[in-house]
C-alpha cells in the first residue's frame, strides 16, 4: 500500500469520526424526543426542542454572572455579593465614581448631619488590635490577578465599655454583654458543614464582639471551635436538650448552661424560612448528629411545628422564668413578626406578668436561609422594615421596651442596611447569609439539596475539601470587623459618636416620587390600621 | 522609671504604651483629644493628660524621659510641606528641658531630613527639630522609621543611613525600638533609621 491509500484510510476515519458519529447520535436523540410524552415540545421539535432546556437550565448562572446588572439579582444583587466578599478579602470598603445605588427606588436613607464627628471623637475601643490576614492586589489583568494573602494587625472597632449592649442585666445571674451590634444568625450543624462552622466560629473568635447563634440543631464541637461567645438556640424539636423519649432535658439543659461560652439561649418559635416542623431524614442522621442533637442514629425525625412545653404567653413566660432560673443565663425568643394581635397579646402579658424574654430576636420575612416551601419563604411574616418598628413601637407604648433588647435580622449583610435596622429600633443585628458568603457561597441556591458547590451548605465530605478553614476564618474575621468599621463611621457623619445611638430620627424614607417620611409617620400608620380592625 | 509619650495616640504610640507597659514603666500619655482618655489608660497609661492648645507641659514634670511620636510619614505625599509639626517638638525639647528631663526620643520618618528644594522632592523639612535635639544637649535619640505597616511585628531590624524609601516596618516593632533605646546607651546621641531587617531589635545598636 501507497502513502495516498493511508492517508484515503485516515480521511475516512476523520469523516466516520466528525460527521457520522455526531449525525448518529442526533438520529438517536431524535427518535427519543420524538417517542417520549413528557414534554411537548420535543415531540413537536425533536432536537432543536432541546435548547430550551438547555437555555433554561444554565439560565440563573448566565443572569448572575452576565445578563442581570449589578444591583438586579434576587435575593442578593451581584453588587451586594462582592460588597460582603470584598470586605472579607481585602477589608476594604472604597469605592471609586460614586454609587451605582438606585436613588429613584423607594427606600430609606441616613440623615447626615452638618458637622459629623471626627475620628478621635468617636467613642470606640481599638486598644485590642486583631491580627488577621487580608488579600492584596499585586497586579490585576484581564486574565490573572495576582494577589497575595499578608498579615496584618488591625482596629477591632468594639464597643466601649459603657457603649455594650448587655441582655439580662437585671434578670439573670450572668448577663450577657457585647460588645459589638453585629452577630452570626442561626445556621445549625447540618445545614452547614463542620468546615464551614468551624470557620465561622474561629473568625468570630478572633474578631471578638461578637456572637454565634447554633440553629437549632444543638451544639457541636465546631462550634466550639474558635470559642466565641455562642447563644444556643432551641427549637421545638429540642435538639441538645432533650431526654430520648423527646421530652425536654433540664439536666442536658443545665449541663449546657454550665458552659462558659454559651451566654444566652434562644427558643426558636417561628422563622422565615420555617414555619413548619423540621424533617430530617434517617440516612442524615449520622452518629455524630445524633450524639449532638441527643437523638437515635439512622432515624428520621419529624420535629413538631410548635414546642409542647406551652401554648401561649404565659405559660411560655413560665417556661422562660424555669430557664432562666436552672441556667442563670438570659433566655431570648426569636419570632417573625405576622399577627400583630398575637404579638400585642404577647406583650401585654409581659406587661401584666413583669415577666418575659430578656431578648426577642426578629426576623423579617425575607430572612431565612436553607430549605424551605415555597410559599412560606415568599408570602409568610412581614419584612423586617415593618416589623422591627412596629414591634419597637409596642414595646415603647406598653413602657416596657428597656427590658428587653431586640435583634434584627434579614438581608441585613452591610453597614448601611444594619444602621437602618439600629436607628428603626434594633439593639443588635444577626447576619446569615452574609456571614455564609464569607465563607465562600456563590449563592448557587442548592442549600436543600446538600450539593453546595463550594462546600458551604453541605455535610459531603468531597465537597467540604474544598472550603479550607485557615483561609477562610480571616475573611470571616475581616467581614464582621469592616461591618463595625462601617458602623462607627455611618455614625459619625450622622454626628453620633457610637452606631448604638441611632434612632428613628437618624433616618428617612423616601419613596418613589421623591416625598419624604419620617419612620414615625410609617409606625403609626401601621399602628392606626391595627387599632381599626 | 516614668516616661512621658507624646502622640500617645496615634497608631504608633498605642504600640509604645503596650510595650512599655510590658516592660513596666510608668507612663504619662499626652494627647490632643479628651475622648481618647480611656483607651490611653486601658492600654497601660498611669496618667493621661490631655494637651488643650497644646498646653501641656506640666505633665512632664516627675518624668525622667520622652517618647514624642509624630504622626509623620514619608510617604505622605510631596504636596505636604511639613511633614511632621516641628514647631511642636521644639516646643516639647524646650519644655523637657525645662523640666531637667534629660532622654528626649523623637520619632520621625525616614527621609525626613530632606529639604524642599531637594530633588527627589519629597519635602520633609524637619531637620530643624533634629538640629535643635543635637545642640541642646540633650541625651537624644531620633528614630526614623520605613513606611510604617500594620503588621505583626517580627522583633528583628535593620538600621542604617540613606535607607530604601522601598522598605517597611511594623508599628510593633518600631514601638519596641523607641522602648529599647530607652536605656540603651549605645543609642544614645545617634539618629537611625530602621527598617524590617534580620538583626534582632536588642543587637541592633
Known amino acids: ?533 | 522609671m516614668k516616661v512621658a509619650v507624646v502622640g500617645a495616640s496615634e497608631s504608633v504610640g498605642e504600640h509604645v504604651l503596650m510595650e512599655l507597659k510590658k516592660k513596666e514603666y510608668e507612663t504619662v500619655a499626652v494627647i490632643s483629644e479628651n475622648n481618647r482618655k480611656p483607651d490611653m489608660e486601658k492600654l497601660g497609661a498611669a496618667q493621661v493628660a490631655v494637651s488643650i492648645d497644646h498646653d501641656f507641659y506640666d505633665v512632664f514634670s516627675g518624668c525622667d524621659a520622652v517618647i514624642y511620636i509624630s504622626g509623620s510619614s514619608h510617604k505622605a505625599g510631596g504636596n505636604k510641606s511639613v511633614l511632621i509639626d516641628h514647631d511642636e517638638v521644639i516646643k516639647s525639647i524646650n519644655e523637657a528641658k525645662n523640666h531637667g528631663i534629660d532622654r528626649f526620643i523623637l520619632m520621625s520618618a525616614i527621609r525626613a531630613h530632606e529639604q524642599e528644594d531637594s530633588d527627589s522632592r519629597t519635602i520633609g523639612d524637619k531637620h530643624e527639630a533634629d538640629e535643635l535635639l543635637q545642640q541642646e544637649h540633650l541625651n537624644y535619640t531620633i528614630v526614623r522609621p520605613s513606611h510604617l505597616v500594620d503588621k505583626s511585628g517580627i522583633g528583628t531590624i535593620q538600621t542604617g543611613k540613606g535607607l530604601s524609601t522601598d522598605g517597611e516596618i511594623s508599628k510593633e516593632d518600631v514601638a519596641a525600638v523607641l522602648v529599647e533605646v530607652l536605656n540603651n546607651e549605645s543609642a544614645f546621641y545617634k539618629t537611625f533609621e530602621i527598617t524590617a531587617g534580620e538583626t534582632p531589635i536588642k543587637e541592633a545598636f
Open chain 1, 1 to 533: 500500500m501507497g502513502i495516498t491509500a493511508y492517508l484515503l484510510i485516515g480521511l475516512i476515519v476523520l469523516i466516520g469520526l466528525f460527521i457520522l458519529i455526531p449525525v448518529g447520535f442526533l438520529i438517536l436523540l431524535y427518535i427519543k424526543d420524538d417517542r417520549q410524552k413528557q414534554h411537548a415540545i420535543l415531540r413537536n421539535f425533536p432536537v432543536l426542542g432541546n435548547v430550551r432546556y438547555i437555555s433554561e437550565k444554565i439560565g440563573p448562572e448566565l443572569r448572575q454572572y452576565l445578563f442581570n446588572n449589578d444591583n438586579e439579582g434576587k435575593p442578593f444583587s451581584r453588587k451586594q455579593y462582592e460588597d460582603v466578599v470584598k470586605a472579607g478579602k481585602y477589608k476594604e470598603r472604597l469605592i471609586g465614581f460614586g454609587s451605582n445605588h438606585d436613588f429613584e427606588a423607594e427606600g430609606f436613607y441616613i440623615r447626615n448631619t452638618l458637622f459629623p464627628k471626627q475620628r478621635d471623637e468617636l467613642k470606640v475601643d481599638n486598644t485590642e488590635k486583631v491580627r488577621t490576614k487580608t488579600y492584596k492586589v499585586d497586579k490585576d489583568g484581564l486574565f490573572t490577578r495576582k494577589e497575595h494573602h499578608e498579615e496584618k494587625l488591625v482596629d477591632p472597632y468594639l464597643l466601649r465599655e459603657e457603649d455594650a449592649v448587655v441582655i439580662g442585666g437585671l434578670t439573670c445571674r450572668t448577663p450577657f454583654k457585647v460588645r459589638g451590634l453585629v452577630g452570626q444568625s442561626a445556621m445549625s450543624f447540618g445545614a452547614l458543614g463542620e468546615n464551614a462552622i468551624t470557620a465561622l466560629s474561629k473568625g468570630l473568635g478572633l474578631a471578638k464582639g461578637t456572637w454565634m447563634n447554633t440553629g437549632e440543631g444543638g451544639l457541636s464541637n465546631y462550634h466550639l471551635a474558635g470559642n466565641p461567645d455562642i447563644i444556643m438556640q432551641i427549637g421545638p424539636d429540642l435538639f441538645g436538650v432533650r431526654k430520648p423519649n423527646g421530652e425536654f432535658s433540664w439536666e442536658e439543659f443545665k449541663k449546657k448552661s454550665e458552659m462558659d461560652q454559651i451566654k444566652a439561649f434562644e427558643l426558636k418559635l417561628a422563622q422565615g424560612a420555617k414555619t413548619r416542623g423540621g424533617h430530617v431524614e434517617g440516612e442524615k442522621v449520622t452518629e455524630e448528629i445524633a450524639k449532638i442533637r441527643l437523638v437515635e442514629a439512622g432515624k428520621t425525625i419529624n420535629s413538631p411545628n410548635r414546642f409542647y412545653e406551652f401554648d401561649n404567653a404565659s405559660s411560655m413566660f413560665e417556661f422562660i422564668e424555669k430557664l432562666r432560673d436552672v441556667g442563670g443565663k438570659p433566655v431570648g425568643i426569636k419570632i417573625v413578626v405576622g399577627d400583630l394581635d398575637a404579638l400585642e397579646d404577647m406583650v401585654a402579658t409581659m406587661k401584666e406578668s413583669g415577666k418575659g424574654p430578656d431578648f426577642i430576636t426578629i426576623d423579617g420575612g425575607e430572612g431565612g436561609t436553607g430549605a424551605t416551601f415555597q410559599e412560606l419563604a415568599d408570602a409568610v411574616g412581614l419584612p423586617i422594615s415593618a416589623a422591627l418598628p412596629v414591634m419597637d413601637e409596642m414595646l415603647t407604648n406598653y413602657g416596657i421596651r428597656d427590658r428587653v433588647k431586640l435583634i434584627a435580622s434579614g438581608k441585613l449583610i452591610t453597614p448601611d442596611k444594619v444602621a437602618i435596622a439600629l436607628a428603626m429600633g434594633a439593639d443588635l443585628v444577626n447576619i446569615a447569609r452574609g456571614f455564609m458568603i464569607s465563607v465562600g457561597c456563590i449563592m448557587a441556591q442548592v442549600c436543600h439539596t446538600n450539593n453546595c458547590p463550594v462546600g458551604v451548605a453541605t455535610t459531603n465530605q468531597k465537597l467540604q475539601e474544598g472550603l479550607s478553614v485557615e483561609e477562610k476564618h480571616y475573611r470571616v474575621a475581616n467581614y464582621v470587623i469592616s461591618l463595625r468599621e462601617g458602623l462607627f463611621n455611618l455614625a459619625a457623619a450622622a454626628g453620633l459618636d457610637s452606631p448604638v445611638q441611632f434612632k428613628r430620627k437618624h433616618i428617612v424614607h423616601k419613596d418613589d416620587l421623591g416625598r419624604i417620611s419620617h419612620v414615625e409617620e410609617i409606625v403609626h400608620a401601621a399602628m392606626r390600621a391595627q387599632n381599626k380592625k
